[in-house]
């Protein structure tokens, strides 16, 4: 059995579960969360808990098992609790701000970097180098986290660009002079 599949998830106070015709669909105080769930696993709600069950160990039934009590928890604790990414601007001249709905980026391009939250992912902009972002959908809050970051990686001599706050970046040492 898989260790994490094996585990049942336990709905808190406020969250409202419901398994119909293959589809889970968890509502709480942050929203509504849908996920189309493999007609092989069966998802059973017994008062404040669910549990996942598979059918025999064949491999695709051993490979869905945790993969689908993974996406249900993380529903749950998104419609709940949210998800947020944080990420850290490190360069001279390089910052952010926040206009209306879109994320407004300086990073060192004859041009700002424009990107616009949509109505899953909220922006937010504490102080000029450091992002965070807010979502109910830990798939899509770490895919836009992903683009801000790509718009200006760090790069390992300076350590300048966009890293997320919990990042290392190794550094390198530069180019050793003629002697």
Known sequence: MSRIGRKPINIPAGVEAKFEAGVMTV??????????????????INGAEITV?????DKLNRSLHGLTRTLIFNMIVGVSEGFKKELEVNGVGYRVQKQGKDLVMNLGYSHQVVMSDNEDITIEVP????????????QKVGQFA???????????YKGKGIKYVDEYIRRKEGKAGKK
Not at 146 to 156: H, I, M, Q, T, Y
């Open 127 to 138: 102080g000029p180098n450091k992002i965070i972002i807010h979502g109910t959908d830990k």
């Open 146 to 156: 992903a683009e801000v970051r790509s718009k200006r990686p760090p790069e390992p």
């Open 27 to 44: 509502k709480g105080a942050k929203g509504t969360l849908t996920q189309a769930i493999h007609p092989n696993m069966q998802v059973e």
């Open 53 to 57: 069950t598979r059918p025999n160990d």
